[in-house]
């Protein structure tokens, strides 16, 4: 909208602001709920909802799916419409769909309703990252994200499954409600040209990379890639230690503590910015493949604890860097609102995938090498915008 593009009279950054920031985390943090809670979820699915291990995965693999859909129509829209509106859509679908799913329990209706409740989640959760991305250190904004994060997926483990599932529900209409009224706080367009000079003169850092498309491209292809191994890993891990006879009781507790190791992958990124973002990241992915792999040879207690520790801790740690990565890329935010696409997408196809592993009948074992393999995928489309980067800007690479 015109109205919404007009050059402000301060220069001060209107997305340097806490309660900006405090807001677009918070909204962030409600469309990551059921990517935080899926393994629960899809417990909460067989056991308290009658559905078949495959069918759970399709069944958050369409929310997830969703999730991308309407992330990339915040990444579309994000530099045209006022993003208060998009919010506001985001959460009216959201409900009426949460709502539409404690009368509706069908296998088929429910994939298309939890599609839409995706939808809307990717529609603010979009709008909030891009947001985020805006501040002048978008990697110190995203560190404190990702550390909500990891507290608010321990809530989520710990609390979800005490629901019914009509209860869950009713959990997701609460929190959607509570974005709308924080969206007066979200600036309504992204900085202009001028501005963006005048933050980069007022840093000593380089905020603006202005990286090539292609590889600006390549960076979300790779966090597809990473979150096709994550959907597939953090899908069935409860699942697949629980075929393999571990006890539900242990489980739950140890899936809730895994969630501290995430603010451990918090405090790692923050020592390790001094080494860039591109070496930290592709270690980091490296040790994650490896953490999967790692039970792919069966699931004990010692290998279960070690391999979704390990994980949570890279999850947020390699999250860190890239969004940091992709906001110095884009500095417009169209390009950032589309990291929740491509997680959303990566979500959707790696519990898909998984699923069709299962259906093959290949087993847990076969389904969590599919999924490591494909962050090796990342890692070396990684190391090639490292090369290309490297040539540009030696500082920053």
């Known amino acids: 909208m015109t109205g919404d593009t ?4 301060s220069s001060k950054n209107p997305f340097d602001d806490w309660r900006c920031i405090a807001s677009a985390i918070f909204m962030a943090l ?18 308290k909802g009658g559905f078949s291990e495959v069918e759970v995965g399709r069944i958050w693999g369409a929310d997830l799916g969703g999730f991308a ?30 709502m539409l799913c404690l009368v509706i329990v069908d296998y088929q209706p429910l994939l298309f309703l939890r599609l839409g409740a995706g939808v809307a989640s990717g529609l603010f959760t979009g709008i909030a990252v891009a947001t985020m991305g805006g501040a002048t250190r978008p990697v110190n904004v995203f560190n404190i994200e990702i550390l909500a994060f990891a507290g608010s997926t321990y809530l989520t483990l710990q609390f979800l499954p005490s629901l019914s599932m009509n209860g869950i529900y009713i959990l997701f209409v609460i929190i959607a409600l509570m974005c709308a009224f924080l969206v007066h706080f979200i ?15 007022a840093t000593e850092e380089v905020v603006n990379w202005n990286a090539p498309l292609i590889l600006t491209i390549a960076c979300l292809v790779a966090i597809c890639f990473t979150y096709i191994n ?13 075929d393999d006879g571990l006890d539900q009781d242990w489980l739950t507790p140890v899936l809730s503590a895994s969630s501290v190791f995430g603010s451990i992958g918090c405090f790692l990124a923050y020592l390790s910015y001094r080494f860039g973002l591109f070496k930290p990241l592709i270690y980091s992915l490296a040790a994650m493949a490896f953490s999967v792999l790692l039970v792919s040879t069966g699931i004990t207690d ?12 890279l999850w947020t740690y390699a999250d860190i860097f890239q969004c940091g990565m992709l906001a110095h890329m884009d500095r417009t935010g169209s390009f950032v609102a589309m990291i929740p696409a491509v997680q959303g997408l990566g979500n959707f196809l790696g519990p898909n995938i998984a699923a069709t ?12 090498v599919v999924s490591g393999s494909m962050t090796i995928v990342a890692i070396v489309l990684y190391a090639v915008v490292g090369v290309a980067m490297r040539k540009r800007i030696p500082a920053v690479a």
């Open 6 to 9: 007009a050059a402000p009279t």
């Open 30 to 47: 409600v469309g990551y709920t059921v990517m935080m809670g899926v393994p629960v979820l899809s417990t909460a699915l067989v056991e």
């Open 69 to 98: 859909i309407g992330a990339a129509l915040s990444a579309l829209l994000v530099g045209r419409m006022n993003r208060r509106h998009l919010v506001w859509t985001g959460v009216i679908l959201c409900v009426i769909c949460n």
């Open 187 to 201: 600036p309504k367009r992204p900085l202009n040209e001028q501005e963006l000079a005048e933050q980069e003169l």
């Open 230 to 242: 994550i959907g597939g890993y953090y899908t069935y891990i409860e699942l697949a230690a629980l």
């Open 302 to 313: 010692m290998t279960f604890a070690i391999s979704i520790f390990a994980f949570m801790t």
């Open 357 to 368: 592993v299962l259906a093959m009948g290949l087993g847990y074992g076969t389904m969590f």
